[in-house]
């Protein structure tokens, strides 16, 4: 396996990405898209490592931080006009892999977010989408999703030591009350931004797959405005927003695997 970096330029700006690719080489592609200002590496590098990991397997894999974020330049334009940056990088990438025919995206967070907006006005044969953020700015709200408040009390409830703690008067009556009273809110309405990702999303003709790690605080936001029964939604029972225990590692691999072999 190889990796070796690539600057490009988008709208004036030199951006910086890296290609990881193996001896056997195939000829599909992954696109790591970085949400946020997160670097192309990942949190906690988890990005590089499991673009070795597929790059071993066979899927070369393009990874790139968008203008204004870690080695590229510009200003960074946040994820509703990132739609350039990505087209940029699908062409550096068949530049840099010309061998590859079909491009895979696989993006987390506002990344996501991003994909569910542009992904039909670009050069992509599928999408992995995972945590996809569905607030219209950059910061989280303060408020606990309804879902997430559920999920704290029936696991509370199931709990003989809480159980016990409520029969004798360990329990903040008061503070319980304000919980329930949160747990049986209804779900907020779809915002803007929302329906825009579902806009988008139907205009794109690749199969998709809608990755959530249910512990995850922007899941749960993204779960509470999106249609439950939507087939292309799997869950890991995990809180890490970015798959970095080892059982979430293990599955988003498997995941991606699974968009790659289509």
């Known amino acids: 396996m190889t990796r070796r970096h690539v600057t490009f330029a988008c709208e004036g700006a030199k951006l910086v990405g890296t290609l990881d690719i193996g001896l056997a080489s195939g000829a599909i592609g992954l696109l790591i898209v970085s949400g946020g200002n997160e670097l192309r590496s990942g949190a906690w590098s988890g990005q590089a490592q499991l ?58 967070c506002d990344a996501a977010a991003a994909l569910m907006l542009f992904a039909h006005d670009l050069p992509l044969a599928g999408l992995v989408l995972a945590n996809p953020w569905t607030i219209d700015g950059e910061e989280a709200p303060q408020a606990m999703p309804a879902a997430a408040i559920r ?26 009350i304000k919980g329930l009273r949160g747990a049986a809110a209804s779900a907020p309405a779809p915002s803007g931004l929302v329906e825009e990702m579902k806009a988008g999303l139907a205009a794109f003709a690749g199969p998709v797959a809608i990755l959530l790690a249910s512990g995850d605080r922007t899941a749960q936001m993204f779960a509470e405005v999106w249609d439950g029964a939507d087939a292309r939604v799997q869950r890991i029972d995990s809180g890490s927003h970015s798959f970095s225990d080892n059982a979430a590692r293990e599955w988003l691999h498997a995941r991606l695997l699974d968009a790659l072999q289509r």
């Open 51 to 108: 673009a070795a990991q597929l790059a071993r397997e066979g899927f070369p894999v393009f990874r790139y931080d968008r203008r204004g974020v870690g080695d590229s330049e510009g200003e960074n334009p946040t994820f509703r006009h990132s739609a350039p940056d990505i087209a940029a990088a699908i062409a550096a990438f068949r530049a840099a892999a010309p061998h590859v025919s079909r491009v895979v995206a696989f993006g987390n």
């Open 151 to 176: 999920s704290r009390y029936m696991a509370k409830l199931t709990n003989p030591r809480e159980v016990w703690r409520l029969l004798t008067g360990g329990v903040n009556l008061a503070k319980l």
